[in-house]
């Protein structure tokens, strides 16, 4: 029997493996023994799933839950398992795998009636038979026109307008114990490879609860979203008054010629958010300190500009400072775990000094601002004098914003706190969730090119240590906003691609980075483009694509 090399990167082993042998079958004979893995595999640094089979020499990394791409294949092999449940459950049925909340993904079942406890309980124990019966989850390769036809006789629409819009000419799909679905990545090759689950009553649907990427042996910590959820529901009104819920949806607007429409219509959703959110902080006397925070790539910046706009119109004239110029002295720095300087550190700022004079501000006094010298590092008296009158309040940006540390010495009955982030809440199909996250790395990674010389393969280095910062510095404060802002735009992703695509490109293929630049790439081609050129110069997502009125 001819065989082939695998070099195996976990152990750094190389081992012969049979021609056409899968993952799991070069997993048994690497000696690896992975407590929660391999759940999906690095081959030659594109992800593919444990289906896959070798015919040539390759180099591979085995992946287990605590990865980004091992969570997600075993993300998506518990929506099958859950979408098969349901199936086999509740007719008429339809489920959408719709907002990540509450560390899981809040499941709308569709079922005519709203879901009752009985209703979570039966899809708990059907799941739990599934797994237990340890069905193969089947792989199969055919014609897109082929598997059209096969998701068209099921009246899977979101699948079909899906499939129809990508131009490929084959296309994936796979089955548990003659259920068929389409997903746009990896799945486990067994349900019995599904160790930890949970689903709960949430809402008027389900919650479905995932193990923890920290802490596998454990479901992730189930914590209150309500403000959170609330967005994402606005959201959707918005989605079904333009009748737009997938990407097979958009793909349809673009291609009949009512993109524009859509840019339109959306443009003054969003600008209609900032104007209630800007009437809301007139309305309560008092506020003195607009804060706005959110995660990076989250357009907080341009949010901050449109909001000042919206303020002026109520007669209340925004003044800005910046916390970066209340940065410590840099001997006074936090260290982080790697001995570097943790500049994201809310202690990183001067705390003390801050609520000093925000508290002389809000009494009607004069200060001078500090001004902080980065290449000395040293906070330095700026000479720029600061007294607010009578219909002027302070407008603040930053990622600890929400923190209430950071104001801890100002009254609330002062302060209005926003929240802005890209909640991207278009769907590929009912299926298939859009990770959040993806839209705000492929904005930064647009954004890093174009104003900051930085290329897409150290973007996406970095991006791990950026997120990393986000769990432990603002995510945590979200539901301390007063007000939330979804930046994220229904066409935004058709936008985008055109300068993302040729960044992600140019990612070496021998580099860690390429398997999330090819990712990227290989989701974004399910999009149809639309031109950069009908975007107007006051959207939100100028502060990314470059052409934008305000001045940053």
Not at 394 to 408: D, F, M, Q, R, Y
């Amino acid at each position: 029997m001819d065989k082939i090399k695998i070099y195996v990167r976990n152990n750094g082993k190389t081992v012969k493996v049979p021609l056409g042998s899968n993952l799991e079958e070069v997993y048994k004979l690497s000696g690896l023994q992975m407590e929660h893995g391999p759940v999906s595999a690095h081959v030659n640094n594109k992800v593919e799933g444990m289906h896959y089979r070798a015919y040539k020499q390759k180099e591979v990394e085995f992946l287990d839950i605590t990865s980004s791409s091992g969570s997600r294949a075993y993300t998506r092999s518990l929506f099958f398992v859950l979408c098969k449940a349901a199936h086999d459950i509740f007719t008429p049925c339809k489920v959408a795998i719709d907002i990540p909340v509450s560390n899981g993904y809040y499941v709308n079942l569709n079922i005519g009636r709203p879901v009752t406890l009985d209703d979570a309980g039966a899809i708990r124990r059907r799941m739990q038979e599934i797994i237990d019966a340890a069905l193969p989850i089947h792989r199969h390769e055919t014609t897109t026109e082929e598997a059209i036809q096969l998701f068209d006789s099921l009246h899977n629409r979101s699948k079909v307008k899906l499939l129809k819009s990508t131009g490929r000419l084959f296309s994936t799909y796979y089955d548990i114990d003659g259920y068929v679905d389409y997903y746009y990545g990896s799945l486990l090759t067994n349900t019995s490879q599904i160790y930890l689950f949970g689903v709960e009553k949430y809402y008027d649907g389900l919650l479905l609860r995932l193990p923890s990427r920290e802490h596998p042996n454990e479901l992730g910590e189930m914590t209150h979203q309500d403000k959170m959820f609330g967005i994402f529901k606005e959201h959707h009104q918005w989605q079904d008054i333009l009748g737009l819920r997938t990407i097979g949806d958009l793909n349809e607007v673009i291609s009949e010629g009512h993109s524009s429409m859509l840019i339109q219509i959306s443009e003054a959703l969003q600008e209609k958010k900032i104007a209630k959110i800007a009437d809301e902080i007139a309305q309560r006397k008092g506020i003195k300190l607009v804060l706005i925070a959110g995660p990076s790539s989250s357009g907080k910046t341009t949010t901050c500009k449109r909001l000042s706009v919206q303020l002026a119109v109520n007669g209340i004239m925004p003044v800005g400072i910046s916390l970066d110029d209340y940065f410590l002295d840099r001997d006074k720095t936090p260290i982080d775990e790697k001995g570097d300087y943790d500049f994201e550190n809310l202690h990183a700022l001067n705390l003390p000094l801050l609520n000093e004079q925000l508290t002389a501000l809000f009494r009607g006094d004069e200060i001078e601002l500090p001004r902080y010298d980065f290449p000395t590092g040293t906070s330095q008296k700026s000479g720029k004098k600061l007294r607010l009158h009578d219909n002027e309040i302070l407008v603040v940006e930053g990622i600890h914003a929400l923190n209430p540390e950071l104001t801890s010495q100002i009254p609330d009955e002062q302060i209005f706190r926003v929240y802005a982030s890209a909640l991207t809440t278009i769907l590929l199909d009912n299926h298939n969730y859009i990770p959040t996250t993806d839209n705000r790395l492929l904005r930064r990674i647009i954004r890093d090119n174009k104003y900051r010389g930085v290329n897409a393969r150290e973007t996406i280095r970095r991006w791990p240590s950026v997120r990393a910062g986000e769990n432990k510095w603002i995510f945590p404060f979200q539901e301390n906003a007063d007000a939330m802002f979804n930046s994220a735009m229904l066409f935004e992703l058709a936008v985008i691609k055109s300068q993302a695509e040729p960044l992600l490109e140019q990612v070496p293929e021998n580099c860690p980075e390429y398997a999330e630049a090819y990712r990227l790439l290989k989701f974004l081609r399910y999009i149809k483009p639309i031109p950069e050129t009908q975007i107007p110069p006051t959207s939100l997502l100028r502060e990314f694509l470059g052409g934008s009125s305000f001045e940053y």
